[in-house]
Nanobody, 121 residues
């Protein structure tokens, strides 16, 4: 199983990014997919999740600014980030699990390698 993130970069506060996570080696349509992030000196934290039925979950800190979506035909999950703030600076990780609880609870079965997002003020 491989999860490969892309789309990170350097952006000014108020800007937008779209992260992508391309997967292989799993039956994508059966999995709940999620995004996590880890800022320097902090623990990894849950950002968003989308179930195989399209239900979405968000951390309070990103509600209204971030949108998670999935393309089952492309085996890819996305995270659209709008109105970025410096506090969003982190390495963003894609994750997958067969149930929602493992993703929302921070114990998914599979992790990507991460992509850096840096928001300048």
């Amino acid at each position: 199983v491989q999860l490969v993130e892309s789309g990170g970069g350097l952006v000014q506060a108020g800007g937008s990014l779209r992260l992508s996570c391309a997967t292989s080696g799993l039956t994508f349509g059966l999995y709940t997919m999620g995004w996590f992030r880890q800022a320097p000196g902090k623990e990894r934290e849950f950002v968003a999740a989308i179930t195989r039925n399209g239900e979405t979950y968000y951390a309070d800190s990103v509600k209204g600014r971030f949108t998670i979506s999935r393309d089952n035909g492309a085996n890819t999950v996305y995270l659209r980030e709008n109105n970025l703030i410096p506090e969003d600076t982190a390495v963003y990780y894609c994750a997958a699990a067969l149930g929602t609880r493992p993703v929302v609870g921070g114990t998914p079965s599979y992790w990507g390698q991460g992509t850096q997002v840096t928001v300048s003020s």
